[in-house]
């Protein structure tokens, strides 16, 4: 596969790969291509022809996008070909396609969201003419519906089939189409019907011209207008790149930014759409409940309320972290709580039993990880996957399983049967199929007889009752189809929360003597726990806190803040600097794009100013300085951005309590994908995508 | 063309393959391996369009893509792409009129304006649901200009008289002959042929004796002795 073919592009010389396409030779050689359906990330098309190259001695200009290098015979005299990307032969053809390109587009270009970050309006301003020799009427086409998150204008479409393509092959549902033919072509999905992936905002990006749009962005901004910042996702445990386009106080649009290692170039829906959330909903102001009702109050007046509650006995205490919490503000209240001396602390809202062994001691990181690297499922041969619907979870990661699926990697399921965009082996639903796994079961011969197995562990499984005796099995099962090697470990475990393996990390979980999720709420309403503090704990039955007085520090007006008697307004995750960390344990960092509404504040300076008012004065001052506490009481936060990945020092499996299991099958942890957080919640967008994918599967619906 | 979609799909009937279909979607299916078997679908929709009254309806399109294991807008894509599916009713004698270059110059602008008099506006189903027609492009008969493809028989040379008889004939319930309409064998000359006339072309008269046959292998003795001239 090393072999090279010699290039001349341009006059350069060049060694390129015999796999490379010859737009991408030329690109080695330092030329620009012109390109509208070409897209590392998709199959070749070749039909826009915008990538036209002279080679040199040719008939006829070459579309580079289509032509491998290793398919160029060698000349005779065995001299390099040359190919040259200026001749004037190649800038003709650019120059008639581009015409023709142009005949049908619209041109409105002052009324289109394209503008501005337009591949067409970019390269015409290159190839174009200054006006057209066009008098007919231009072609029409109608707009199509593509749900709630694609607006479409498709007398704009050029027909390039990106769309096409990433539907069939990435995102796995083939639901847009190429429709008729010739001046009558027409981009459309079946019927009209909207987009059911995960992952359909993506075509929006892709779109080379403004076809393809983003509906709830339309006519908000121009690119121009845009403060851009860099930033990572809360949405799920994944982590990806994203970039936060902000105007002036307001988040105006999410896209992707390329991490190879997490999501390539895509994000999910959620991730991109969510941010109308971020504007609904607010908790701008410091509250305090008198009479059963909140009344806004000031900083002052709602910490010494607060303060007061927690002025009881450290175990009638209680500390919950929500999904969304960084590793700050999780240190501080960690630190704050271990000083009031609470012992009833734990950052798994959901009741996974992950992070602490039977004897209340620390389980190893590599049981709560995503050890093989989300990279890793690149490597993986054999793939089983338990109480996971990585559509859902994790749809991002969905598209690379279904990638190792499209290399014939075979791929095996215990769990819930739903449709994953691939086929899959189905084992069984629940435990018990888990404890068939043994040899001579084909599924296990597979996963034995694979140089990289690799097992994905998700939180349906984990959450259970018998969560930690199904990460026994699950973990002992790991080390019997020899999944951790030297230099391979594919036992994995899936989070669905961006706080959760950053708290786990941190020990956000019961010191001994002290209660979990479970136990804090059963206290609360015994009355044992007098004052629950929580952390953006939203998902949990807040109904069930009995009479205990309840602090909440979080951004949104979701379930925590309806039942809270102080709220304790806080930044979202676009108005901090804050450390999260991924499924792989990476630690990633996000930006601030805007400030945070209001008199809300960043979460680890109010947990900071509570420290002060109950007397227990944290010892920094500065997310600096925290930060500086936070690496050295847990190293694995002094690097950013590395997933730990093998280390091949780890401890080994198995992992948790071995026990009886349940025969209940496994739930997924995700039951409505768009609804998961209290951003998500206060999100119009993700409203309405929910009761489309309410409506439209009925195994939702029926839940 | 205009746009060929469904119109008012929620209105069409439900469609399930009868005997015949199926077992002639099974036969094409078995020419190919099982996991390409998507690779049938032109013939198979072919044969749902025949059973379903000369049209492609949206749950036939659909029964398609089950029986084949494809998504619906794959075989959409198909269905839409070529213009020999329907996808709106058709009558039960469906007149594919060819309008290009060559019948054109033979009088098809006539026929086309005819058949818009007699049977309706083009895509219109009339005569109680005997009657449709259609323009399309050049059908390859060229040389019997200007035609009409009838179902699955070409009409030939036909002129607004003929057509009008034809129509006449189908309303009646008739089953015309397809082929040319004027006084011709197939596409030879019209009236009768104006070459190879000759009696003794056929008579047998003109054969001769092969002397030998050209490029054949030589038998390896003779060719040295006696080299044969050709």
């Known amino acids: 596969m090393t072999e090279t073919v010699k290039l001349i592009v341009d006059g350069v010389t060049v060694d390129a790969p015999k796999s490379y396409t010859l737009l991408q030779a030329c690109e080695l050689g330092g030329a620009e291509i012109p390109r509208f359906c070409y897209h590392e990330r998709l199959s070749i098309a070749g039909n826009c022809r915008m990538c036209l190259v002279d080679w040199v001695g040719a008939p006829k200009p070459i579309a580079s996008c289509a032509q491998t290098v290793g398919d160029m015979a060698p000349k005779k005299d065995g001299t390099p070909h040359e190919i040259s990307t200026k001749s004037p032969r190649a800038i003709k053809?650019?120059?008639?396609?581009?015409?023709?390109?142009?005949?049908?587009?619209?041109?409105?270009?002052?009324?289109?969201?394209?503008?501005?970050?337009?591949?067409?309006?970019?390269?015409?301003?290159?190839?174009?003419?200054?006006?057209?020799?066009?008098?007919?009427?231009?072609?029409?086409?109608?707009?199509?519906?593509?749900?709630?998150?694609?607006?479409?204008?498709?007398?704009?479409?050029?027909?390039?089939?990106?769309?096409?393509?990433?539907?069939?092959?990435?995102?796995?549902?083939?639901?847009?189409?190429?429709?008729?033919?010739?001046?009558?072509?027409?981009?459309?999905?079946?019927?009209?019907?909207?987009?059911?992936?995960?992952?359909?905002?993506n075509v929006i990006d892709l779109c080379p011209v403004g076809a393809l749009t983003s509906k709830p962005y339309a006519f908000n901004a121009r690119p121009w207008e845009l403060r851009k910042t860099e930033s990572i996702d809360v949405m799920d445990a994944m982590g990806a790149a994203i970039r936060v386009d902000a105007r002036g106080p307001t988040v105006m649009r999410i896209l992707p930014r390329v991490n190879e290692e997490i999501n390539e170039e895509w994000i999910s829906d959620k991730t991109r759409f969510v941010w109308d959330g971020l504007g609904r909903q607010r908790l701008d102001k410091p509250y305090v409940r008198e009479n059963g009702t909140l009344r806004p109050v000031s900083w002052d007046e709602?910490?010494?309320?607060?303060?007061?509650?927690?002025?009881?006995?450290?175990?009638?205490?209680?500390?919950?972290?929500?999904?969304?919490?960084?590793?700050?503000?999780?240190?501080?209240?960690?630190?704050?709580?271990?000083?009031?001396?609470?012992?009833?602390?734990?950052?798994?809202?959901?009741?996974?039993?992950?992070?602490?062994?039977?004897?209340?001691?620390?389980?190893?990181?590599?049981?709560?990880?995503?050890?093989?690297?989300?990279?890793?499922?690149?490597?993986?041969?054999?793939?089983?996957?338990?109480?996971?619907?990585?559509?859902?979870?994790?749809?991002?990661?969905?598209?690379?399983?279904?990638?190792?699926?499209?290399?014939?990697?075979?791929?095996?399921?215990?769990?819930?049967?739903?449709?994953?965009?691939?086929?899959?082996?189905?084992?069984?639903?629940?435990?018990?199929?888990?404890?068939?796994?043994?040899?001579?079961?084909?599924?296990?011969?597979?996963?034995?007889?694979a140089k990289r197995p690799l097992i994905i562990l998700g939180q349906g499984a984990l959450t259970r009752a018998d969560g930690a005796a199904v990460l026994n099995a699950v973990s002992s099962l790991a080390a019997n189809i020899g999944a951790i090697k030297d230099d391979w470990n594919g036992f994995n475990v899936l989070h669905t929360a961006a706080a959760r393996v950053g708290g786990l990390d941190l020990g956000f979980v019961p010191v001994s003597g002290g209660k979990d999720v479970a136990g804090i709420m059963a206290g609360a309403q015994s009355g044992e726990i007098k004052t629950v503090i929580l952390l953006g704990a939203d998902e949990i039955d807040t109904s069930k806190l009995g009479k205990a007085n309840v602090i909440y520090i979080g951004s949104h007006g979701d379930n925590g803040a309806h039942r809270a008697d102080v709220?304790?307004?806080?930044?979202?995750?676009?108005?901090?600097?804050?450390?999260?960390?991924?499924?792989?344990?990476?630690?990633?960092?996000?930006?601030r794009a805007v400030m945070p509404k209001g008199d809300a504040r960043e979460d680890w300076a109010i947990i900071r100013a509570l420290s002060a008012y109950v007397g227990k004065t944290l010892p920094y001052d500065s997310v600096v300085q925290l930060r500086e506490k936070l690496a050295k009481d847990h190293p694995t936060f002094l690097g950013l951005d590395f997933a730990p990945g093998h280390t091949g020092s780890g401890v080994a499996p198995p992992y948790g309590v071995a026990g009886a299991m349940q025969s209940s099958p496994f739930r997924t942890a995700v039951s409505a994908f768009h609804l998961?957080?209290?951003?998500a919640r206060a999100s119009r967008t993700m409203a309405e995508c929910a009761e489309l994918a309410a409506g439209v599967s009925p195994a939702v619906a029926a839940e | 063309m205009s746009h060929r979609r469904f119109h008012h799909p929620e209105n069409h009937a439900p469609f399930a393959f009868n005997k015949e279909s199926d077992d002639l979607i099974?036969?094409?299916?078995?020419?190919?391996?099982?996991?390409r078997r998507a690779s049938a679908v032109i013939p198979a929709l072919w044969i749902t369009q025949k059973q379903n009254a000369g049209w492609l309806s949206?749950?036939?399109?659909?029964?398609?893509?089950?029986?084949?294991?494809?998504?619906?807008?794959?075989?959409?894509?198909?269905?839409?792409?070529?213009?020999?599916?329907?996808?709106?009713?058709?009558?039960?004698?469906?007149?594919?009129?060819?309008?290009?270059?060559?019948?054109?110059?033979?009088?098809?602008?006539?026929?086309?304006?005819?058949?818009?008099?007699?049977?309706?506006?083009?895509?219109?189903?009339?005569?109680?649901?005997?009657?449709?027609?259609?323009?399309?492009?050049c059908l390859g008969a060229c040389v019997n200009a200007p035609m009409i493809q009838i179902n699955d028989y070409y009409y030939e040379d036909l002129s607004i008289e003929t057509l009008e008889k034809l129509i006449d004939d189908f309303a009646a319930g008739k089953e015309p002959q397809p082929g040319t309409y004027v006084k011709r064998q197939t596409s030879a000359p019209e009236g009768a042929p104006t070459s190879l006339t000759d009696e003794t072309l056929y008579d047998g008269s003109r054969a001769k004796p092969l002397a030998a046959i050209l490029n054949a292998p030589k038998p390896p003795e003779e060719s040295a002795a006696a080299p044969v001239k050709a």
């Not at chain 1, 609470?342 to 950052?347: H, N, P, R, T, V």
């Open chain 1, 302 to 449: 709602a910490l010494k309320s607060a303060a007061a509650m927690l002025k009881v006995p450290g175990e009638q205490i209680g500390v919950i972290a929500g999904d969304l919490a960084d590793a700050e503000s999780m240190k501080a209240t960690l630190d704050l709580a271990g000083s009031l001396g609470a012992k009833s602390i734990d950052c798994r809202q959901d009741g996974a039993k992950l992070g602490l062994a039977a004897d209340g001691s620390k389980l190893p990181r590599e049981s709560y990880l995503f050890n093989s690297t989300i990279m890793g499922i690149d490597e993986a041969d054999a793939i089983l996957l338990v109480g996971v619907n990585p559509r859902k979870d994790a749809a991002v990661l969905n598209a690379r399983l279904r990638r190792a699926w499209l290399r014939m990697v075979p791929v095996a399921v215990v769990g819930e049967r739903v449709d994953l965009t691939y086929d899959y082996g189905y084992v069984g639903a629940g435990p018990d199929s888990l404890g068939e796994l043994k040899s001579g079961h084909p599924v296990f011969d597979q996963l034995t007889n």
């Open chain 2, 26 to 35: 099974a036969w094409w299916e078995r020419k190919y391996p099982s996991e």
């Open chain 1, 93 to 201: 053809a650019r120059n008639g396609v581009m015409e023709f390109l142009l005949i049908n587009h619209p041109l409105d270009c002052p009324i289109c969201d394209q503008g501005g970050e337009c591949d067409l309006q970019d390269q015409a301003m290159g190839y174009g003419r200054a006006g057209s020799r066009y008098t007919e009427n231009k072609r029409a086409v109608d707009d199509k519906n593509m749900g709630p998150l694609v607006k479409t204008i498709m007398t704009r479409c050029i027909q390039c089939t990106r769309c096409v393509r990433f539907a069939a092959e990435v995102a796995g549902v083939d639901e847009i189409g190429l429709a008729n033919r010739g001046e009558d072509a027409e981009i459309t999905t079946y019927l009209e019907k909207s987009l059911t992936s995960e992952l359909s905002g």
């Open chain 1, 676 to 679: 998961t957080n209290p951003i």
């Open chain 2, 58 to 137: 949206e749950p036939a399109l659909r029964a398609v893509a089950e029986r084949l294991g494809m998504t619906y807008i794959r075989v959409y894509e198909i269905a839409t792409f070529y213009t020999m599916f329907n996808l709106e009713p058709v009558g039960k004698y469906h007149f594919q009129v060819c309008g290009t270059t060559p019948c054109q110059l033979r009088g098809a602008d006539k026929l086309k304006d005819f058949c818009e008099r007699k049977i309706g506006p083009k895509g219109h189903v009339s005569g109680g649901g005997k009657f449709s027609w259609v323009e399309v492009e």
């Open chain 1, 567 to 591: 709220i304790l307004p806080a930044a979202a995750y676009t108005e901090k600097s804050a450390t999260y960390v991924n499924t792989e344990g990476r630690v990633q960092r996000t930006q």
